[in-house]
């Protein structure tokens, strides 16, 4: 049984009694459903998809407030939704029905993980989507999920996407998957990069510790255009390689300087790039 006796709440079951403090009812922040200029409904699935594929590459406490949220871009029929932390960039794509305005905000982190933690507990075929300036609001059968949006400005993802590659390196996933587990055996410094060398018979990654122990990986690969040696940090190589599906993957190289571009070539909704 359950009352409430001068602002206590009292909680009786059997032989216990629990007596409660509350808090005046007014200070709680709900939200006010405002109007909302841009709404749209949308595969559940498909947007679980698009959460899932790039959340995790959302920085967590950067100073540059853009990188602690996910971007979600509406344009016509295209659903795109980009994240970065200043190490690595993930975008991807999605179609649904509606033809949409061009309209773009951002998400915090948290906000985003509850959503995903939702929509994966339900069964809703579809969800609907209202959008207004300030406040996202998802609806479901069973839920309403409201989330304030982060006032900041959007990052041009679009100039750290590369355009021209000197090098292709076509592979196998599952085949570059193993080979970066077995390198991670004897590295014990998470941020310590690995070399890797592209070479006329494949890809070569070379690590060292500090203990100076050694390894050396070779994976068969189809390499195209010139010769490279870059360093790279497996952690956020087997991040993405989680989001991909068994078959080839492509790494496209412009210069040991610059992003490294990575594909699915099965899947060309998906682009992740390596700062």
């Known amino acids: ?88 960039m993930a975008l991807k794509v999605e179609k649904h029905a509606q033809q949409l305005p061009l309209t773009r905000f951002v998400l915090p982190r948290k906000s985003v993980y509850e959503l995903l933690r939702l929509l994966t507990s339900i069964e809703d075929p579809s969800i609907h989507v209202c959008l207004d300036p300030q406040v996202l609001r998802v609806q479901s059968a069973q839920y309403t999920f409201s989330s304030k949006l982060m006032d900041t400005p959007h990052f041009p993802y679009q100039q750290a996407i590369p355009l021209h590659a000197s090098t292709r390196v076509s592979l196998d996933r599952d085949s570059l998957k193993r080979a970066l587990m077995r390198v991670l055996i004897i590295m014990s410094d998470k941020n310590r990069p690995t070399v890797m060398e592209v070479g006329s018979e494949g890809v070569t990654f070379l690590a060292q510790n500090q203990e100076q122990e050694q390894v050396v990986e070779q994976v068969k690969a189809s390499v195209e255009g010139e010769m490279i040696r870059i360093g790279v940090n497996p952690h956020y190589v087997l991040d993405v390689l989680a989001i991909f599906q068994e078959g080839p993957v492509r790494l496209s190289f412009s210069a040991p300087d610059k992003g490294i571009l990575i594909d699915a070539l099965q899947d060309k909704s998906y682009q992740y790039i390596l700062m």
Not at 57 to 85: H, K, M, P, Y
Request: hydrophobic letters at 50%; glycine letters at 4%.
């Open 1 to 88: 049984e359950i009352s409430l006796r001068d602002q206590q709440v009292w909680i009786q079951a059997a032989s216990t009694l629990f007596k409660c403090s509350t808090l005046p009812v007014d200070t709680f922040p709900l939200m006010k459903e405002a109007s909302a200029p841009v709404q749209f409904s949308v595969e559940r699935v498909l947007f679980i998809q698009l959460l899932q594929a790039t959340a995790f590459a959302i920085s967590q406490q950067d100073a540059r407030t853009f990188l602690n949220g996910l971007l979600i871009e509406l344009d016509g029929s295209t659903l795109r939704a980009v994240a970065a932390d200043g190490h690595r």
